[in-house]
């Protein structure tokens, strides 16, 4: 079987229904449409990687480019932007299908400067996404990691190495540029902004804040800070908390109030929306939906 073949197996038996199905794994999603869509307005919430597995997409991005891609492809988007999508042929029958992975901005931090100080920096093209083939690596790859969320400790250990060798991959890509020139000198305190932030999410965090545990003034700290992480800190701070509200429900039984205020939130009617923008469900569907399918 084919890793194309193996792919599209995983994601037929995982996207069951219309929209987004989330899997074991922290922000690894299936999408499936059983129909036309678009054209949709979406917006990122960082680094992405998309793969379809079934029909095509096609992207209108902000700058006027199309990219279109289908079974064996992938999207690469590497920070926070809006596009416009498209989805053509899609039917109950034959629908379309993909798996989508959200990276960790502190992972691809990681890996380019382990890459950049065994060989050099390699600025490479300056993009913000791209489409492409799967090469037979990045492609295996990705089938090892889909093969291993739905074991209980597989996905607890091995997808997250498996997540940093595709992000190895992924920026050995020529069109990877900007995530290594945005990773210099100061990069270290970035990174250390991420782990305070991972740390304190529960506390009133703050841009100026921020700024400070890491010695830095307040505009130069959210500037860098959005070369690296691709994202606004504000908006990173959001996805933690998003992120460690999803496993106390799941992992501590935490109703949607309960864990809304253990990460930080003070209004559970913001958490809820912030959340379904996040996963596509409010917090007390998304749990049930997921306590189920791991029973």
Wanted: net charge positive; glycine share 6%; with cysteine.
């Amino acid at each position: 079987m084919t890793p194309l073949e193996r792919i599209r197996e995983h994601v037929r038996a995982h996207a069951v229904r219309p929209g987004r199905t989330d899997s074991m794994f922290p922000d690894l999603y299936y999408f499936r449409a059983d129909g036309p869509v678009g054209p949709k307005p979406v917006s990122t919430s960082g680094v992405i990687m998309a793969v379809v597995a079934e029909r095509s997409k096609t992207l209108e991005m902000s700058d006027g480019r199309r990219l279109r891609y289908g079974p064996g492809d992938y999207l690469f988007v590497t920070r926070e932007t809006r596009y416009t999508s498209f989805i053509e042929g899609a039917s109950p029958g034959r629908p379309y299908l993909s798996v989508g992975l959200t990276i960790d901005p502190d992972v691809i931090a990681q890996t380019v400067l382990a890459i950049d100080d065994a060989r050099g920096a390699d600025p490479g093209d300056d993009t913000d996404a791209w489409a492409e083939r799967m090469d037979a690596k990045l492609a295996e790859s990705f089938c090892r990691l889909l093969e291993s969320v739905d074991d209980p400790l597989e996905h607890r250990v091995v997808s997250p190495l498996i997540v940093r060798e595709i992000v190895f991959r992924l920026l050995c890509s020529p069109h990877a540029g900007p995530l290594r020139s945005a990773v210099r000198a100061d990069d270290p305190r970035i990174r250390q902004a991420m782990r305070y932030v991972r740390d304190h999410a529960a506390d009133a965090l703050t841009v100026e804040e921020l700024a400070r545990s890491v010695a830095m003034s307040p505009s130069h700290f959210a500037h860098r800070f959005r070369d690296v992480a691709r994202m606004s800190p504000m908006r990173y701070v959001k996805n933690v908390r998003l992120g460690q509200a999803r496993l106390r429900m799941l992992r501590d039984g935490l109703g949607a109030s309960e864990a809304a205020l253990a990460v930080g939130y003070a209004s559970p009617s913001h958490f809820t929306r912030d959340f379904k923008a996040r996963y596509g469900a409010s917090p007390a569907a998304y749990a049930r939906d997921l306590r189920a399918r791991l029973a």
